[in-house]
Every structure is written in structure tokens, then in C-alpha cells.
């Protein structure tokens, strides 16, 4: 008697009987499971190019024409798209619609202003003129540039870390990012930096207050170069008088404690130092042995 050899699912099988009843249910439960499925999904069409390929030779050929069959059915759902694509277009010119489109909506960054300057610069006043201007009544907030947490909870943030590249690299995709700095001679920040958009610089002699040069005309020129800086819906909320008076305010606070140690004593709420006024030429000194 000759015998047929087949692997099925690793299995031997020597025997003809078995292996032509395996085989006919399987074909049989394959062939009923494609009737089917074509019955509800596609029209008679597909019908023929699926029997275009029917030619039963082998067990190995009939694998070869279950691939054609599922590649035919691939391109036939293509297909479909297409049509269905292009109908919804002919309906939408005729009502002049257009098709929703898949790009992500464009949200606004959340706003960050850091007030970014050298020591003895007048940061302190810049700073507290700020807060003034829009968040009269809060503490400042004093941090790094790896102070994420600090960056997160407050808007306004004052820093000597000098590095703006560094800022809009760490932060610049997840926030819009302001640079209000102050420079005072050989005390500045990188030149290449004054040309940035979101970079405002002050002069030490514009913070300054003198007889010509008024705490009222300080804060009157800091309300003009920040309404133009700033985006529209924050300068509109801009309040001269409440920077006006937490300027003042800091003034008093500092009478009662200049004669304390710069390092030992720090103003929590207007970081303000004992004896903070008059250290220029300490400070030059030391940015002068830095360099040598």
C-alpha cells in the first residue's frame, strides 16, 4: 500500500486514511469560513479574483493560494477606502465643507518670567518691581535652573544662574520662557543674549533712584518697556500702583535691616540681605581675581 508522509503540527502521520479525513475537514471548515465571510463583506466581484488563483495541485500550493487570497482581500479593502475617501470629498465640495483634519490642536505653553541678572545689578529692585506689577501680595521666589519644581509652582522666578541657552534648553518646550535681566558695567549678561526676542535688559542707572531719576519714573519706564515686552493678555494686567508701593515697602523693610549681616539675614519676602546696598566694589574685586 503506498503511504503518504505528512508533518502536521509536528506530528507523524503514516496512515492514508487519517490523513485524508484531517486534510477534508480542514479544507472544508476553510472553504465555509471564506463563503461567509465574503457574503457579508464584499460584493461578487472579489469572487472571481479569489477563484482566478484556485488551482489545487498540492498541500504546499494550496498554502501558496490562502497568501493570494488574503493579499487580493488586502487590496480589495483598499480599494474600498479609496472610493469611500473620495466620495466624502465630491459630498463636502458640494457643501462646502471641508474634511476634519488630523493635526493636534496648538496649545499655548504656560508663561514663565525669570528675572536673570548678575549680583549687585539691581535685581532686587527689578525683581520686586515684577512682583509689584503683577503679583503684589506673593514672596519672591529665589532658584536655579535644575529647580523644576520652583519653575512649576510660581510664574515669576529669580535666579543669578546666567546661562539662558541653558534655560531654553532644559524648559523651552514645556513653557514660553521671559528673560528680564539687568546689567552694571563689567556685571552683565553675554552680549549675544541682547538680541534674543524674549530677552528685556535694563541698565543699572534706569533702576537707580536719584533726584533726576525719581522711584515714580522708575516705575513708569518699567511699565512702558514691559506692556511691550510682555504678550497682550498679561501687560493689560500690568498695576503701576501696587509696584509703586511694594518698592516702598521694601525701602522701609531695608532701614530695619541694613546694619545686619549680609550672610546671616535674608528678607524672605523681598530677598532682601542685611547690609544688601553698597557691595559694587566688593563684588567688582572679586569678578576681577575670578578672571586673572
Given amino acids: 500500500m503506498f503511504t503518504f508522509i505528512m508533518f502536521i503540527k509536528g506530528i507523524k502521520c503514516k496512515n492514508e486514511s487519517i490523513l485524508f479525513s484531517i486534510f477534508i475537514k480542514v479544507r472544508l471548515r476553510q472553504q465555509k469560513i471564506e463563503r461567509e465571510y465574503r457574503k457579508k463583506m464584499f460584493p461578487r466581484k472579489i469572487n472571481t479574483a479569489i477563484y482566478k488563483y484556485r488551482n489545487p495541485k498540492s498541500i504546499h500550493s494550496k498554502k501558496k493560494n490562502i497568501y493570494r487570497k488574503l493579499q487580493v482581500v488586502r487590496l480589495h479593502i483598499q480599494e474600498m477606502k479609496k472610493k469611500k475617501l473620495r466620495r466624502m470629498k465630491k459630498n463636502n465640495k458640494k457643501k462646502n465643507l471641508t474634511l476634519p483634519s488630523k493635526k493636534k490642536k496648538i496649545v499655548e505653553k504656560p508663561i514663565r518670567i525669570i528675572q536673570l541678572s548678575p549680583r549687585c545689578t539691581g535685581s532686587t529692585v527689578l525683581v520686586n518691581m515684577l512682583y509689584g506689577y503683577l503679583q503684589p501680595e506673593k514672596p519672591v521666589v529665589f532658584g536655579f535652573v535644575h529647580d523644576l519644581q520652583k519653575l512649576k509652582r510660581n510664574q515669576i522666578i529669580k535666579t543669578h544662574d546666567l546661562n539662558i541657552d541653558q534655560w531654553m534648553r532644559l524648559y523651552g518646550k514645556v513653557y514660553k520662557l521671559y528673560f528680564v535681566c539687568s546689567n552694571r558695567g563689567i556685571l552683565h549678561i553675554d552680549p549675544k543674549y541682547h538680541s534674543y526676542k524674549n530677552v528685556l535688559v535694563f541698565d543699572y542707572p534706569e533702576l537707580l533712584e536719584t533726584p533726576e531719576n525719581t522711584l515714580d519714573m522708575i516705575i513708569e519706564n518699567g511699565y512702558q518697556k514691559l506692556s511691550i515686552f510682555l504678550p497682550p493678555h498679561l ?36 530677598q532682601l540681605h542685611g547690609h544688601h546696598r553698597n557691595r559694587f566694589k566688593k563684588v567688582k574685586r572679586e569678578m576681577k581675581f575670578k578672571r586673572r
Wanted: hydrophobic content about 30%; overall charge negative.
Fill in 235 to 270: 501687560s493689560e494686567h500690568l498695576n503701576q500702583e501696587s509696584a509703586l508701593l511694594r518698592i516702598q515697602q521694601m525701602n522701609e523693610r531695608y532701614k530695619e535691616i541694613k546694619n545686619k549681616s549680609f550672610t546671616n539675614y535674608v528678607d524672605d519676602f523681598y
